[in-house]
């Protein structure tokens, strides 16, 4: 199984202020017969389902803002909001869907500072 | 606009078999892969398994020996059974369509969830 690990658990960022979660595979999740990382990144808010914000590691969904972006490549990749706004507040995860069994990085609680 | 929804019971006792339908409007099931995926109360998301639309299935080996997911009755359903249950089961279940027309995609939409508990 490909283990996702994501950094920090945990995170309190003042509004306006640049919100940065890691997530790390533990085997590479880049497929270079067409150079594509299987990577998406979720937002989770509570009582919802997780909603999709990037696949292929940094390929915005429609109707994400702008401020959310996805780098990264390989094994590590990471997810950044440029000024956070308080409906950000949210549980992060990552999720590889290069190989099953599909995995889920343990997620990352983004906080009001 | 495809649109997700979970049923089944909210109570399980152990041992017992939990049962639940996705049942899939706004478009058909042909085409895709879906799947089952779950998340015990306040713990991250852990995918149980996938159909296609032709039957063939997909499961996480960690719950291969307790899982059977299936095509329902009505072209639009599919459902998860999972065998032998304990607290352990007790989580959130959410169907989910694999985005893409292939296995290799992220989960887009998702069901509401259907809380489910195991207790006697």
């Known amino acids: 199984d490909i283990v996702m690990t994501q950094s920090p658990d945990s995170l309190a960022v003042s509004l306006g202020e640049r919100a940065t979660i890691n997530c790390k595979s533990s085997?590479?999740?880049?497929?270079?017969?067409?150079?594509?990382?299987?990577l998406a990144w979720y937002q989770q808010n509570p009582g919802q389902p997780p909603k999709l914000l990037i696949s292929w590691a940094s390929t915005r969904e429609s109707g994400v803002p702008d401020r959310f972006s996805g780098s990264g490549s390989g094994t590590d990749f990471t997810l950044t909001i440029s000024s956070l706004q308080a409906e950000d507040v949210a549980v992060y995860y990552c999720?590889?869907?290069?190989?099953?069994?599909?995995?889920f990085g343990q997620g990352t609680k983004l906080e009001i500072k | 606009q495809v649109q997700l929804q979970e049923s089944g019971p909210g109570l399980v006792k152990p041992s017992e078999t939990l049962s639940l339908t996705c049942t899939v409007s706004?478009?058909?099931?042909?085409?895709?892969?879906w799947s089952w995926i779950r998340q015990p109360p306040g713990k991250g998301l852990e995918w149980i398994g996938y159909i296609y639309d032709n039957g063939n299935t997909n499961y996480n080996p960690s719950l291969m020996s307790r899982v059977t997911i299936s095509l329902g009755t009505s072209r639009n359903q599919f459902s998860l059974n999972l065998g032998s249950v304990t607290a352990a089961d007790t989580a959130v279940y959410f169907c989910?369509?694999?985005?893409?027309?292939?296995?290799?995609?992220?989960?887009?939409?998702w069901g509401q969830g259907i809380p489910v508990t195991v207790s006697s």
């Open positions: 085997q590479t999740v880049l497929y270079t017969s067409n150079n594509m990382n299987y």
């Open positions: 989910a369509r694999h985005f893409l027309g292939t296995w290799a995609s992220w989960f887009d939409p």
């Open positions: 706004g478009g058909s099931i042909s085409g895709y892969h």
């Open positions: 999720q590889q869907y290069h190989s099953t069994p599909f995995t």
